[in-house]
């Protein structure tokens, strides 16, 4: 499960607040160097251990960003000329192309950071509840929110279709080749369940009424302060005026 409840600041924060938030983080990327990216980053990491959930984002992004980093590292450093090349025992590599990878991986560890910050203390309810209360379309909102909602169930589906072909036999601790045939066995039927899901969560949606009005009324609408509001702004603000730097 993605969101990790809690009671610190940050879970009190409304969603588009924290919007905002990814939107500035989103603004830095084509701006700053990669060292402030990567400082930023750190500050999202060490803003979510104050919020009692860093080792989660920790492991997180460890899985996500370690192979990324070693895959931009051996591309740009030493497959791709990108300038002069040096020796470096029985290979070259080039340091331009060492400095342009470690941008990019600054860039998406600095989104990611900032991002699973985010989800992982935004009820996906609250956001959707948000964004319907902006006026943001239904079809638009639930764009946006259905896939948070999508991976915790593909997650247990997945541990469901594991757990039912080790019954079987089919074990996953036998060494490499079996994890990837157990992977390869999982795909097909999680594939499979995903597609028929679909029509059903189509045909929920529909008895629901979910195209017919252009906007709805909440029952339970969120409230903010207005020193929340004042801090949305100036998000806003900062990132259209990095915006506007860009452009210039």
């Not at 935004?122 to 379309?137: E, F, H, I, W």
């Not at 079996?178 to 999680?190: E, F, I, K, Q």
């Amino acid at each position: 499960m993605l969101y990790r409840s809690g009671v610190s600041a940050l879970h009190r924060t409304g969603p588009l607040t924290k919007l905002a938030l990814v939107l500035l983080a989103a603004t830095m990327l084509p701006i700053w160097p990669a060292p402030v990216l990567l400082a930023a980053a750190g500050l999202a990491l060490a803003a979510g251990a104050l919020c009692r959930i860093g080792w989660a984002m920790a492991r997180r992004l460890a899985m996500l960003l370690v192979p990324v980093g070693l895959a931009l590292f051996v591309v740009h450093g030493f497959m791709l000329e990108n300038g002069p090349a040096r020796p470096l025992g029985p290979l070259d590599y080039y340091p331009q192309g060492l400095a342009r990878a470690l941008t990019y991986f600054a860039r998406i560890a600095l989104l990611l950071t900032v991002s699973l910050l985010m989800v992982m203390t935004t009820r996906v309810n609250d956001l959707a509840r948000a964004l319907d209360q902006k006026g943001l379309p239904p079809a638009a909102a639930y764009l946006l929110t259905a896939p948070l909602n999508l991976v915790d169930g593909i997650a247990d589906e997945a541990a469901a279709i594991r757990d039912s072909l080790q019954v079987r036999g089919l074990a996953a601790r036998s060494g490499l080749r079996a994890r990837v045939r157990l992977l390869g066995a999982m795909l097909m039927p999680l594939v499979r369940g995903m597609i028929s899901e679909a029509g059903t969560r189509a045909e929920a949606l529909e008895a629901r009424g979910f195209r017919a009005l252009p906007h709805r009324s909440l029952l339970d609408p969120l409230t903010e302060t207005p020193a929340e509001v004042r801090l949305r702004m100036g998000l806003l603000l900062a990132s259209g005026a990095q915006l506007l730097v860009l452009a210039l």
